[in-house]
């Protein structure tokens, strides 16, 4: 041996120092085979650990001190050392023996590395045969789908190799990517899907991935408080909730058509719980907080999402927008677009929530039924304890007790696509009338100013002349910056409010019989702002509830 420094180097007696720290009111007993310590010396390694520092350091030098006098009368010799209660051992051994374990530590670590690459070559990649092509798949941690052609493979995998001893002890360089190619485990599939029914052959690559928990009765009422929570305790609206989560666990493959938007004002009521809670029960969850990752134009890591949260997005408005939503929710398939020349379809069973502190949160049009929409109450966020106490139920086994009752709820006569109209719904819908649709809304507010020749009160009704609503319409898109078409205005503003007013149910052929005795072309209306508001709100907004859709409304 050289000198004491590499003796210390080679056995780590600061591990020694380290049990000082690491145990407490204990005894190391030193045991060592080769050769006997002094008493003192056994003495010292026995020593309480409970000691002041200085002490400590003291004691730590004698055993060093002990340790290297015994190592210089035998060091052509193996010493071990191990300290009882730590399942510690040191060892020193001579130049020698030190070089040719390192010779044969460097061979091992080799045999052991190429396994581990190995392992995971068969874990993240497979073969894929698409056509007349066979190409490497690897899906990533985010879901993205990457293709890669399998001579390209090789080539970029060629310095990845190790020399490796065969049968004869002969090195040999191997190449990882072809040893995983022609292993026996390598997976190979001739299509990839996402079957959430396992029913699709074993040589196609599912991307769907079994529950993560299990189905155990107990008390679910802490998750019922947060579902009425979610939906402002309005019954209608949690039953449709639970009903829908159920949906997805008993029937996931079925694609629902609807997603659930839930806002809030305040943070902190319950949205990330129910994110929680659904990650809990599968792998198959994607949760995005920015506009592009959900609708921006490389999708592939959507490939194996069902549950997709879209969290605090704000709406844009934008039509491009709006139909690769809308497409998220009811298209039957999805083409997966990737980076580079990567495109795939898939089924899709998406069940996709948005979650926002913003109004303006989804693209919600007058007769459109993809979106049910809920105000979340504060309630629980000022119930002190509560979520703590959720999370300690949830990290036993409440996400087990969730996943029992949403697979045991009676759901046959549910149909995701009929849902209550709520107020945050007709919220929504007012953000995105279209102009023609926001002028009538207004007309009927209260907070528009037409000329005085634009309308004649009668007995029974109200004769609005066409062609003076037209001009009120067009100088109220001006001041609210809106264009639009004259050629097209009056015609649209006519089929709009026969939408609404039903005017061929009142008179036929209104449109060329509805003349007074000027000649001027009108629409007959009802007679009060009462029974406007109330018609729009049922025709328009599809509710009975006209104090939802405007604010000023009074029943007579």
């Known amino acids: 041996m050289n000198n004491t420094t590499d003796f210390f180097e ?18 190391i007993n030193f045991i060592n085979d ?3 310590l002094s008493d003192e010396e056994k003495y010292l390694t026995k020593q309480e650990q409970n000691l002041p520092e200085e002490q400590k350091k003291k004691l730590i030098g004698e055993i060093k001190k002990a340790l290297i006098e015994q190592i210089k009368e035998e060091s052509e010799d193996e010493l071990e050392f191990y300290f009882n209660d730590l399942d510690l051992f040191i060892t020193y051994k001579s ?15 080799e045999v052991i590395s190429y396994k581990e690459d190995l392992a995971t070559f068969l874990k993240e990649f497979c073969l894929l045969k698409r056509g ?6 690897r899906i990533q941690n985010n879901g993205m789908i990457d293709f890669h052609d399998l001579k390209a493979f090789h080539e970029f995998h060629r310095k990845h190799n190790y020399q490796i001893k065969d049968d004869e002890g002969k090195e040999k360089k191997q190449y990882i990517s072809r ?4 292993h026996k485990d390598v997976r190979q599939f001739t299509n990839i899907v996402f079957d959430p029914s396992f029913t699709a052959p074993k040589s196609h690559l599912n ?8 189905a155990i009765q107990g008390d679910v009422s802490m998750f019922i408080d947060l579902i009425e929570a979610l939906t402002n305790y309005h019954k209608e609206s949690t039953d449709y909730l639970l009903n829908y989560l159920a949906h997805a666990i008993q029937k996931p493959a079925l694609l629902p058509l609807v997603a659930v938007v839930i806002r809030s004002m305040a943070k902190g009521v319950g949205k990330g719980t129910l994110s929680k809670v659904l990650h809990r029960i599968t792998d198959n969850f994607k949760h995005f907080t920015k506009r592009e990752e959900l609708i921006g134009q490389f999708t592939g890591h959507l490939a194996d999402a069902f549950i997709v949260i879209a969290d605090e997005l704000t709406w844009a408005g934008n039509k491009q927008d709006n139909d690769v939503m809308k497409g998220i929710i009811t298209e039957e398939t999805v083409t997966i677009n990737g980076k580079f020349k990567d495109i795939i379809e898939v089924k899709n069973y998406k069940r996709l929530f948005i979650f926002s502190n913003n109004s303006f949160c989804a693209p919600v049009e007058i007769g459109d039924r993809r979106f049910f929409v809920c105000d979340a109450s504060d309630k629980l966020k000022h119930t002190e304890g509560w979520f703590k106490k959720f999370n300690e139920w949830l990290n036993k086994n409440g996400a087990d007790y969730i996943f029992h009752y949403l697979l045991n709820r009676d759901i046959s006569k549910f149909n995701p696509e009929v849902f ?5 719904r007709i919220d929504l819908m007012k953000r995105n009338l279209t102009p023609v649709q926001k002028f009538i809304y207004e007309l009927f507010n209260g907070s528009m100013i037409v000329s005085n020749t634009t309308y004649e009160e009668r007995i029974d009704a109200t004769h609005w002349i066409r062609s003076m609503v037209a001009k009120d319409c067009q100088e109220w898109l001006k001041t609210s910056g809106t264009s639009y078409y004259d050629n097209t205005l009056k015609d649209d503003i006519s089929k709009t409010l026969n939408s609404i007013f039903e005017f061929e149910k009142i008179k036929d052929k209104w449109a060329t019989n509805w003349k007074d005795s000027k000649g001027n072309y009108f629409y007959k209306l009802p007679k009060t702002t009462a029974e406007c508001q109330k018609i729009v709100a ?4 599809q509710t009975e509830h006209p104090e939802w859709v405007y604010e000023n409304y009074e029943a007579k």
């Open 10 to 27: 080679e056995v780590n007696i600061s591990n020694l120092e380290n049990a000082f720290n690491w145990i407490s009111n204990k005894q």
């Open 34 to 36: 080769d050769s006997n």
């Open 95 to 109: 130049n020698k023996e030190i070089e040719e374990d390192k010779k044969d530590f460097v061979d091992t670590i």
């Open 132 to 137: 007349n092509q066979t190409e490497v798949c």
């Open 179 to 182: 040893i995983w190619q022609e």
């Open 207 to 214: 991307l769907f991935k079994p529950w993560k928990t299990r």
């Open 420 to 424: 209550p109209t709520t107020k945050a």
């Open 538 to 541: 049922e025709k328009l907004f």
